[in-house]
């Protein structure tokens, strides 16, 4: 009786994964891809996608659920990359360059993000959203008709031949997985970048050791109930800025990671969507609004990223249509995002139900 | 400790209160609700909205000195620790985890040199052996490693309490009714774990309205009512008898009033069984109760003791689940239309969140339920295809009920939200009246306002009930209120009625009543 309920508990409680688990397996058959191209393919989406989505749990600890602003961050280290490609720095030394230049801007631009959260308690994400939305705004004016005239930018490759403005697309031959290639190893036909597992790894240490420190001890503090960490004396408002912060840099850091990798930039999309399908890929590993571990960040890059590798090919094999599977893949991730929040909210009642239903039960006891 | 005397000005709510406590000496403090319990342990906390109401007058001396606390950072300072009744811990956190919250001990690390002092990392072993040293001197088991959401109600109070000791400088504790929210047999591990620090040199003030708990564990009783202290008594010498009718008070006030008694009539319009509600701080556990045809039903008991909950429950605003029938017929639990479409109607108790809608004219908020629930004021055109809103009806409506109920107003157009609160009190009444129902529920109708408006809104509600012959059930925290309105009071202790007696009978019976479990001991 008992374990039946675990079942059903388990299934309730991972059924996003499940879900997408169920999905790869009907499609890698359809797809017909080798086992060695997926695996491959695989390794450079954890390569490309798990700084950033790294990013996301430090919100999350502090309550404050998905950090749809980490869009700020993507911009910031954009702007990065816009400038040492400018300037012609390459290797390695750019990127540290490019995370150097956006580092403070990623700071600002946390800090006030952060400052709008706290004036908007409990609609945090739908909050960071629209600043999303509005920010953007402001990166386009910085670098449409800002980059030229007012910042000083002169490079033909990154800037539009009217002058002013940045190109649409350019293209990032001089960091081109630099990272990547600085040290690393093939195994079996399959490339195994050493320096960015590192730094990956470095960043889950980093995570696992922030949780143990007194901020991160604040932090799950003042996730869980603000007015009670208060009253312990945690200043609550400084804390929930703090965690914006540190989020959008990681997320500017892992925004010149995703871009070195992929060697273009696409200067008016890039950063839009990096923040949609991060934030989908976590929910995919099981997250919710309220917990995710680094664990849930893995897993869910894997399925995720398995599956927009399959689509296409799944959608070409079925429907002689590849399109079908670039369909598929914005369908998938507001899906989940959708899916993943409503489950929030079923969970919650189903607590508050479940104390009834102990109510109920005391009261049989009582009489028996 | 020495001579704590205040009084507290403006609105008298405390009147020339003193007191001394020793080292070490624990000390029960009884009295209804409202007597000025909650407002004494403010002033000694030094507690915001002691300040924000224009502070305190008299003097608190600690060892001889005088102190003014400007914050209950002070207090804690000073060595004041103080458990409220509700709790504020974190779910997530362990037991030790939220006995140390902002208080953990740290290992220094070069990251912090750089980062700032919150880089440190928490030594976790130090925090279990701090946490465990506070339990142990509770002398209570805790395990220190269980999250708080999963402990039973007494493990989350111990774990309140150990948070409390464990700063260092701890010397007097003051408990807020912690023993209400206990089984039985947690209340006395709990009461033991108070005279272990009474041991140890800690003061208690212990806030409670079990009267056999002050007769185990306390040294002296303080006794209040209506601001003032009553009575100081031994512990050792007196009874739950003798402090009950202290408590209640008032022989010569209530004895002088006329009493009518009425006959009921024996139809029984609603009876209630084996409900439960689950209202978060007035749950509501195996309520049996008959209500008569045309009678005025009185629901008391103190605070948190469920009385609220049982009229919410019925209403649906909170999970619940029994059987409740009216008029015979079965009323589905939880299901608001239902009720109101049975012809009952709530005026509930959150007059601004529940009653009202604050934004919206008194005609709108007078005749908005009528109109949603029974069709009233409504034009019907095109065979009642389109339903327009009778105008003149509503305006006719509610300048009866402003005239019959003394609202005062400047139009029947102001908004709800411009009125004093007692003018917002008689708008729900006139609100659920308009409804016509057949049995009335209201909660803490005289809740926060004042005397005049009280006695009006009590004689509205008298009125209808012998005039029109609606039955009402009418929940207050007041006993007095209740007995002069009522045919019968219902008691509510521990969610559950421990006793319905005759209006007429003498307030020391519903004390010991409202005083729940230790009416046996007393007889």
Known sequence: ?368 | MQSVSKEYNGNPVLKDVNFTLKEGEVLGLVGENGAGKSTLMNILFGMDVIRQTGGYGGRILIDGKEVKFASPLDALKAGIGMVHQEFSLLPGFTAAENILLNREPENKSVISLVFGQRANTIDRKTLQKKAIDAITKLGVSLDPDMLVSEMPVGHKQFTEISREISKSSIRLLVLDEPTAVLSEKEAEMLLKAIKNLSAQGISVIFITHRLQEILDVCNKVIVMRDGRIINELDAAKTSIQEMAKLMVGREVASSSREKEERKLSDSIIMSIRNLWVDMPGETVKNVNLDVHKGEFLGIGGLAGQGKIGIPNGIMGLFPSGGSVTLNGKNIPLGDTRACLDSSMAFVSEDRRGVGLLLDESLEWNIAFPAMQIQNKFLKKYLGGLVKWRDQGAIESVTKKYIQQLQIKCTSSKQKAKELSGGNQQKICLAKAFALEPKLLFVSEPTRGIDVGAKALVLQALKQYNRELGVTIVMVSSELEELRQCCDRIAIVTDGAISGILPASTPSEEFGILMVGKSMKEAK
């Open chain 1, 1 to 368: 009786m008992k374990k039946e309920i675990d079942i059903k508990k388990f299934l309730a409680n991972n059924i996003v994964p499940i879900i997408f688990i169920v999905l790869c397996l009907i499609c890698i058959p359809l797809a017909g891809y080798s086992g060695q191209y997926l695996v491959s393919q695989i390794i450079t989406r954890i390569m490309r996608n798990s700084f950033l989505v790294l990013s996301l749990l430090i919100p999350i600890m502090a309550g404050m659920g998905l950090n749809f602003g980490m869009t700020l961050g993507a911009m910031a280290g954009q702007i990065g990359i816009i400038f040492i490609t400018a300037w012609n720095v390459v290797g390695i030394p750019g990127l540290l360059l490019a995370a150097i230049i956006a580092t403070p801007i990623a700071a600002l631009l946390g800090w006030f993000c952060g400052k709008m959260l706290n004036m908007a308690k409990g609609r945090e994400m739908i909050t960071s959203y629209m600043i999303s939305f509005f920010m953007n705004g402001v990166y386009q004016l910085v670098v449409l008709y800002g980059m030229g005239p007012v910042i000083p930018l002169h490079s033909d490759q990154v800037i539009l031949p009217r002058g002013y403005g940045v190109r649409n697309t350019i293209d990032l031959i001089n960091v081109r997985q630099s990272v990547d290639n600085f040290w690393s190893l093939t195994i079996a036909g399959v490339k195994i970048p050493l320096l960015t597992i590192i730094l990956i790894a470095l960043l889950c240490v980093v995570i696992v050791w922030f949780r143990k420190t007194k901020l991160g001890q604040d932090m799950r503090a003042v996730g869980q109930d603000m007015e009670v960490a208060r009253e312990a004396g945690i200043k609550v408002e400084r804390t929930r800025i703090l965690a914006i912060v540190i989020s959008t840099i990681f997320a500017a850091y892992g925004m010149i990671l995703y871009l070195s990798n992929m060697g273009t930039l696409n200067t008016y999309n890039s950063h839009s969507q990096i923040g949609m399908f991060s934030i989908a890929a976590l929910l995919v590993g099981g997250a919710s609004v309220s917990r995710a571990s680094i664990k849930n960040v893995f897993l869910g890059i894997i399925l995720f990223h398995l599956m927009f590798i399959l689509a296409p090919q799944a959608g070409r094999e079925l429907m002689g249509q590849a399109q079908i599977g670039e369909f598929f893949r914005v369908f998938i991730s507001y899906g989940v995002i959708t899916l993943s929040l409503v489950l929030y909210e079923i969970r919650e009642r189903r607590e508050k139900a479940e104390s009834a239903k102990a109510i109920a039960d005391q009261q049989k006891e009582e009489r028996a």
